[in-house]
């Protein structure tokens, strides 16, 4: 138990070192020790603290990503406003198996994919191959 605590605490004092000087590199801000170095994010791009971000997301320019938030496999557009809480995570369980636990096999998802200059309010969840235009 020790050697985890302590070991979450290793990566999140990396992360934290690691996006104060990527966000000065890329011109991001990156404020969630949660967001994967290996996204891609446009310049300007802000994501609020506790966020979490994989590193199958792309993010473009000057777009944010409040609070709480949960994103990824996603293609995010140019100047995109998406408040806290929201939930992007295109993966669904197997409902046309004996089990629908993850346990049974995992399937590809489709990405989703949110065009530009668009606005996702507070507490959204959007599933897999959803797309949204400009």
């Known amino acids: 138990m020790l050697f985890r605590i302590v070991k979450e605490s290793l ?7 690691a996006w104060t000087v990527l966000n000065k590199i890329k011109r991001t801000f990156v404020y969630s020790p949660r ?16 966020t979490f971000v994989a590193a199958n997301v792309s993010i473009g320019l000057r777009s944010y990503v409040n609070e709480n938030s949960w994103i990824e496999n996603c ?5 995109c406003s998406i ?16 089990l629908c636990h993850p346990i049974m096999g995992n ?5 989703v994919i949110i065009g530009n ?3 996702i309010s507070h507490g959204v969840t959007v599933l897999e191959g959803v797309t949204i235009g400009d």
């Not at 990566?11 to 070192?17: D, E, M, P, S, T």
């Not at 408040?83 to 004996?98: A, D, G, R, T, Y």
């Open 117 to 119: 200059d668009v606005l």
């Open 11 to 17: 990566y999140f004092l990396k992360q934290v070192i």
């Open 75 to 79: 293609k995010i557009g140019n100047y």
């Open 83 to 98: 408040s806290s809480s929201v939930m992007i995570c295109p993966s669904e369980h197997f409902l046309n198996k004996v």
């Open 107 to 111: 399937k590809v998802t489709k990405p």
């Open 35 to 50: 967001a994967s170095i290996k996204a891609n994010y446009g310049k300007y791009v802000s994501i609020g603290n506790n």
